[in-house]
């Protein structure tokens, strides 16, 4: 673990789309303070945050629990799904119901979403597979598992080539199950650094919203440049873009917080979680 703060802020991207509409207009060098970015697959990053080589980081909800000791959450800002996701996909060869009793791959980029399928596995479909742990590519994945999970840009290219497989979307099947919104990715700071760079922490809080603002507003330019890097369709982009929400409110806090309680029940976590915002409000109040 590093001990040594360095006053330049190394900052997290998860480099897949969905997180885009928050990193879009996010531009460092139009920051007063020294921020660096760090564009990487949301696993990497996860270990990054808990290990105190990155600052502030977009990574999984799941990881944030894992080392919520040292984080805080900032505010407003997630990537949550209130039904289908469309990027976190279950392929398998048999229905469901048999796929969850059978050998089931995880790909390596994720820490929610291998959590959420054990969770929804467990407790609502009664399932017992054997897992293991596999580079993102379905092809290698099914010829020796009977299904496999991926996320992000992996899971959007799959779900369009015409594979045959049966495809389950995990945000519908939490959905189906609890009636919550899923929240796959937060954005935190370390609390060290909240502490000793205030300054630079507000300032890059506020630019994360107006990137998040203006790209909602006008989604046109992300979807071009998702058109141009991962293909598909402006509809397709449009569509997705649209039903993701970037937001951390009441809704999006509760169905955050049944997950933990969930994974908390099957040890997959090993404290009960509270979830802790920073606001320029609570910094002032540690400071006096
Ligand atoms: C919506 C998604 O959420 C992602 C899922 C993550 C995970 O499973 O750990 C982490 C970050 C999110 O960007 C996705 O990857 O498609």
């Known amino acids: 673990m590093e001990t040594v703060i360095s006053r330049t802020t190394r900052v997290g991207k998860i480099k897949y789309t969905n997180a885009w509409p928050v990193f879009h207009s996010f531009n460092p060098e139009l920051l007063q303070h020294s921020v660096e970015l760090v564009s990487e697959v949301p696993a990497l990053l996860n270990r990054r945050m808990l290990e105190g080589s990155l600052e502030v980081s977009a990574m999984s909800s799941f990881a944030y629990a894992q080392g919520s000791d040292h984080f805080m959450l900032l505010p407003d800002l997630s990537v949550s799904a209130d039904g289908a996701v469309q990027s976190i996909l279950l392929f398998s060869r048999e229905p469901l119901e048999k796929a969850v009793n059978g050998t089931i791959a995880l790909t390596n980029t994720s820490a929610t979403s291998v959590n959420l399928l054990k969770i929804l596995v467990e407790k609502y479909l009664k399932g ?15 010829q020796r598992a009977d299904a496999g999970l991926l996320i992000g840009d992996h899971a959007i290219k799959a779900s369009w080539e015409n594979n045959g497989y049966y495809v389950t979307d995990l945000g519908q099947l939490w959905k189906e199950w609890t009636g919550h919104s899923m929240t796959f990715a937060v954005w935190a700071v370390r609390r060290e650094a909240a502490l000793s760079n205030p300054e630079a922490i507000s300032e890059i809080v506020h630019a994360f919203h107006s990137s ?3 790209s909602l507003k006008r989604l046109t330019p992300l979807i071009d440049h998702a058109v141009r890097e991962i ?5 397709y982009w449009h569509g997705y873009f649209s039903n993701l929400c970037y937001d951390f409110g009441m809704r999006q806090q509760q169905g955050l917080e049944l997950y933990f309680k969930y ?3 099957l040890g997959l976590l090993k404290h009960e979680i509270k979830l802790q915002i920073w606001s320029d409000n609570t910094l002032t109040r540690v400071k006096e």
């Open 128 to 142: 017992k597979p054997e897992y293991f742990t596999s580079e993102p590519d379905l092809t290698e994945m099914l």
């Open 263 to 265: 994974a908390y029940e």
């Open 212 to 214: 998040k603002e203006r």
């Open 231 to 235: 293909g598909g369709s402006e509809h």
